[in-house]
């Protein structure tokens, strides 16, 4: 019997011992065999692990020793291209403005996960994401950042995942077990990065925070094996410009859809927008936050009931007239309700922007007056 054949029968006899699975019993049987080489799991428990989250139970798989949890909804607010320094500053006055940091805690945040992510500049880095525009956006800043930094891509892992067998519809990685997390780097959703893949999240970051969206449809068309998620996301991206049809971003038209179709409440409206992306991306409170941009606009859409109070789960929410003509395509949004909102490091602001969505083309196109 071959070495191979023997190490692998091993592995097959812990696996009817213990249950675990084929991953996993294979990383205890090579932890066992003296005299081999550095197993993988070792070498993953001496890097740095990056996550979108602590709902992700990295520690619980024995792979990571140190975890830093990369927390910024970039699909949200200004994000310019401007020093690290700055954009901090910048990112931190936005959510604390939009009540995401009631307790000022962005900006010291934001610089200790940047000196972490540097400290290990010498080391391997390992990222834990999905494949969402939330968690795309994400991506991109720390590979840009480590490129800036000199890393080379082959010291850089992702371990990046849409979808999970036995998930009907997969939400993300917290819906994981410390098992299921465990197994993933056996499988294809593990890729060390090349220097194209490298370059490729440079650029993506570069057109993400630049002051127009001449970069984006690069991006959105892009293909690589090992940010394959990336195209897809930029393409939702583009979807969040206002429409040449209604005015309205994609998410604004599903939750004017979803209260005409009787989500009376908030929170319903909240579920059944969700419901219709492939990939939800966008949390409650950003959500509520539309909702009340729409409801306190000069010429309201959403009828909220308690008007006075600021729109969450429990509000009751109604179209108005005005929200029916512009669901039906017969009134513009923007036109009547002006806009200022930012996509990265695009500023879209006043009654005609320059960029809408085109839903003819399912491109952003030049918008004139």
């Known amino acids: ?15 009817a011992k213990t249950g675990e699975s084929y991953a996993t019993a294979r990383s205890h049987v090579l932890a066992e065999q003296p005299g081999l080489p550095v197993p993988a799991d070792q070498a993953m428990l001496a890097a740095l692990h990056v996550s979108n989250g602590d709902c992700t139970d990295l520690p619980g798989t024995g792979l990571a020793s140190r975890v830093l949890y990369w927390r910024d909804s970039l699909h ?21 403005e939009a009540h995401v940091d009631d307790h000022m805690e962005g900006s010291d945040m934001f610089a200790e996960r ?6 290990n500049l010498d080391g391997e880095y390992v990222l834990w994401f999905e494949a969402d525009l939330y968690d795309q956006l994400q991506i991109i800043q720390i590979l840009a950042r480590l490129a800036d930094l000199g890393v080379p891509a082959r010291r850089i892992t992702l371990i990046c995942i849409g979808e999970h067998p036995g998930i009907a519809r997969f939400g993300g990685l917290g819906e994981l077990t410390a098992e299921q997390l ?13 220097p194209a893949a490298l370059q490729l999240a440079t650029d993506a970051w570069a057109a993400f925070r630049a002051p127009t969206p001449d970069g984006l449809p ?7 094996r090992e940010l394959r998620f990336l195209g897809e996301a930029f393409d939702r991206l583009g979807r969040e410009y206002p429409s040449t049809r209604d005015g309205l971003s994609l998410t604004e038209r599903r939750i004017l859809a979803a209260v005409a179709d009787g989500a009376a409440a908030a929170g319903t409206a ?6 219709r992306e492939m990939r939800p991306y966008l949390g409650d409170t950003w959500s509520f936050a539309m909702m009340d941009r729409m409801a306190h606009a000069r010429i309201p859409l959403l009828h909220a009931e308690p008007a006075d109070h600021p ?6 929410l109604r179209l108005t ?10 009134a513009d949004h923007v036109t009547l309700n002006g806009l200022n909102r930012w996509i990265g490091g695009v500023h879209l602001r006043g009654h005609h922007v320059p960029w809408r969505w085109n839903d003819a083309t399912e491109t952003i196109t030049h918008h004139s007056k």
């Open 1 to 15: 019997m071959t070495k191979k054949a023997d190490f692998k029968q091993r592995v097959r006899a812990r696996m």
């Open 76 to 96: 949200e607010g200004p994000v310019p291209a401007v020093g690290p320094e700055e954009l901090r500053q910048i990112r931190a006055a936005f959510l604390n």
């Open 114 to 119: 940047d000196r972490t992510l540097a400290a």
């Open 182 to 194: 465990r197994e993933l780097p056996a499988t294809k959703a593990c890729a060390r990065l090349t």
């Open 218 to 224: 690069v991006i959105a068309g892009s293909r690589s």
């Open 270 to 275: 909240f579920v059944r927008a969700a419901a």
């Open 311 to 316: 729109v969450d789960r429990e509000t009751s």
């Open 321 to 330: 007239d005005t929200g029916a003509q512009v669901l039906a395509g017969a």
